[in-house]
């Protein structure tokens, strides 16, 4: 048997067509995982009698009833699944825990399957994936250099095949630099998004829960399964934006990237990386519709100076102190070292370091605001094993580098694979945005993306690029849309998603009326097909879609709108967004404003 590649789209195809089961899949997986033992990529592995519940938990479903069904996924062992022992890797700190972690269950419930619980660096003290008991977690692509951390098993276990995603944690980079070092992508959602409940906190302030996968469709997948409020949790937020179009970029021009100066940049020695900065920025140049403008970024690097010279290593000191305070060599040498600095910080120290931090994201606010998202090399560079070893402390602080801001400043985050080196080492970059903006960035990482195209995971010459996705040659139809999946709108990363690309920006014909329909968030509009004489032009966008994605798009879209003939101002007509006369009943027309931005920027 021939397994697919593993992501959603292609295994639901295997699914559907009845070539592969998820029961033939773990098997599989299992082989796989027998054969590759020397990357020290798991703490815990499910075994064929614990696997066996989740596999008759979908007896009677498909990918139809569930939205994740058979997907393997792996699990950070700091992440609680139930009845599984989670370590954080320290043997003396695990326990068993009688619930899954409220995200782990979330996405069980909607049909994904456990592979096991991964290494990483102890209590998540580190981005380098060497500060393990169980072993340092071995770089995907290359054996000899650091998986990057903390979240280094999670992240090799997707890049290899052992898992369509995987669960993570972020509190200075830990969901971004291992995606940088695997090729892969990795979503940094904002903080309280992913609720907390059954993760073991490293900085609970600023901690949250990360994905890794092959690409931003299925990052986004898992994000809108694990989602919502959960009152177990603190810092469990819901994202107040859902219907806000400052929240998903500007009305129209060019998509604004923001970039560094090329004096705050910084590789550190590694000309292989700086030169695929550069490959990587030309090519987004070549986009069409993205401008790339410079900006300053030293209030951003300067906060990130505080994470681990600030007084918030407390923080971590606090999540552990009952077992460093009775049995201090429980913990690695450099784990203990970095913690135990944490009994150090005053009252006074978390004050002033407040203050500082005020007055820094007051000036980074004025950066955020003049684009619709930075771009930023995700790591500086990577470094061997044998390397971080010799250095343990200075070469992870070089690192967080562009990363250790992010949650101090409550941002939210998208690494994105975009190079290899001439050595053929993963490079990335990361996208950049206000909390609760994650949507936003998944719409530009998919463009990004497929405009890369490259291989996916660790196997670069296994698989063709994004393969899952209609090939560029493949069917696809124009389709017409109106409002809320505008470029920049609510529901625009739906279209994007699917692998269409924005064609151009016209009007229809003069013979329609625009209403917006009750309900929401988001608010969604409906085009009618007016009495004679009675209709206007609306401001409609084209975009082309591959055919094989048009199925799932329709299933989706909510009574009382549907797919129909709209008729364009050249004369021409495409399959667009339509609504019958009887279901614009309570609606409020709005045709006089000549398009839904217009209407938005009104209200």
Not at 29 to 42: F, G, P, Q, S, Y
Not at 45 to 52: F, G, I, K
Not at 143 to 165: D, E, Q, R, W, Y
Not at 385 to 405: D, F, H, M, R, V
Request: charged share 15%; glycine share 8%; with cysteine.
């Amino acid at each position: 048997m021939s397994t697919p590649t593993l992501t959603r789209h292609s295994l639901h195809l295997a699914y559907r067509d009845g070539r592969l089961t998820p029961r033939a899949l773990l098997a599989e997986i299992t082989k796989r995982c027998e054969a590759l033992t020397d990357h020290n990529i798991w703490i815990y592995r499910l075994s064929a009698a614990e696997l066996e519940p989740y596999l008759q938990a979908l007896e009677g479903q498909s990918p139809d009833s569930l939205p994740l069904y058979g997907l393997p996924f792996a699990i950070k062992d700091n992440i609680d699944l139930k009845g599984v022992p989670t370590s954080a890797a320290c043997e003396a700190f695990t326990y068993t825990p009688p619930h899954s972690a409220t995200v782990v269950q979330a996405l069980i419930d909607a049909g994904a399957i456990p592979v096991g619980k991964t290494n990483l660096d102890q209590f998540a003290t580190g981005l380098v994936g060497t500060r393990s008991p169980w072993g340092a977690c071995k770089n995907s692509a290359d054996p000899n250099m650091i998986s990057g951390g903390s979240s280094s098993g999670s992240a090799v276990a997707v890049a290899k095949g052992l898992a369509c995603f995987s669960l993570g944690t972020d509190t200075a980079g830990s969901g971004r630099v291992p995606a940088c070092f695997n090729n892969l992508v990795g979503l940094k959602p904002s903080i309280g998004l992913l609720s907390a409940t059954g993760m073991v906190p490293a900085c609970r302030s600023l901690d949250c829960m990360t994905v890794f996968a092959l690409n931003t469709d299925d990052a986004h997948a898992a994000l809108s399964v694990a989602e919502g409020d959960d009152e177990s949790d603190a810092y469990s937020r819901v994202n107040p934006f859902a219907n806000s179009a400052r929240h998903y970029g500007r009305q129209s021009g060019p998509l604004r990237l923001g970039v560094m100066s090329a004096e705050q940049l910084a590789f550190f020695g590694h000309e292989g990386y700086q030169s695929a900065y550069q490959s990587s920025l030309s090519a987004i140049e070549k986009l069409a519709d993205i401008e790339l403008i410079e900006v300053d970024m030293s209030a951003f690097l300067s906060a990130a100076k505080l994470l681990y010279e600030g007084p918030w290593v407390a923080e971590r000191y606090l999540a552990c102190s009952p077992l460093i305070e009775e049995h201090p060599n429980a913990l690695l040498p450099v784990t203990k070292a970095i913690i135990s600095a944490g009994a150090a910080p005053s009252a006074r120290d978390g004050f002033t370091a407040q203050y500082r931090l005020k007055a820094l994201r007051k000036e980074a606010q004025r950066v955020l605001d003049s684009v619709d998202a930075l771009l930023t090399p995700t790591a500086p560079r990577p470094f061997s094993i044998a390397e971080l070893e010799a250095n343990p402390i200075e070469l992870n602080s070089q690192l967080g580098y562009y990363t250790n801001y992010m949650n101090l400043f409550d941002l939210c985050g998208l690494a994105l694979p975009t190079a290899f080196t001439e050595q053929g080492f993963p490079f990335g970059l990361t996208l950049v945005a206000e909390a609760f903006s994650d949507r936003k960035l998944l719409s530009i990482g998919n463009r990004l993306q497929q405009s890369f195209a490259l291989p996916l995971g660790a196997n670069k010459n296994a698989f063709e690029a994004l393969s899952d996705k209609p090939a560029g040659g493949a069917e696809r139809i124009d389709l017409v849309v109106c409002g809320a999946h505008l470029n920049g709108q609510p529901l625009n990363w739906q279209l994007r998603e699917r692998g269409a690309t924005l064609q151009r920006c016209t009007q229809s014909a003069p013979e329609y009326q625009l209403y917006a329909l009750p309900g929401g968030p988001p608010l969604r509009p409906a085009m009618v097909l007016a009495e004679e004489g009675q209709g206007c032009a609306i401001e409609v966008e084209v975009w082309s879609m591959p055919v094989a994605e048009l199925g799932s798009f329709v299933a989706g879209i909510a009574a009382p709108l549907g797919i129909g003939k709209v008729r364009l101002v050249d004369g021409t007509q495409c399959a667009g967004f339509i609504c019958e006369q009887s279901g614009i009943e309570g609606a409020i027309d709005i045709s006089q404003f000549g398009g839904w931005r217009a209407y938005l920027g009104s209200s």
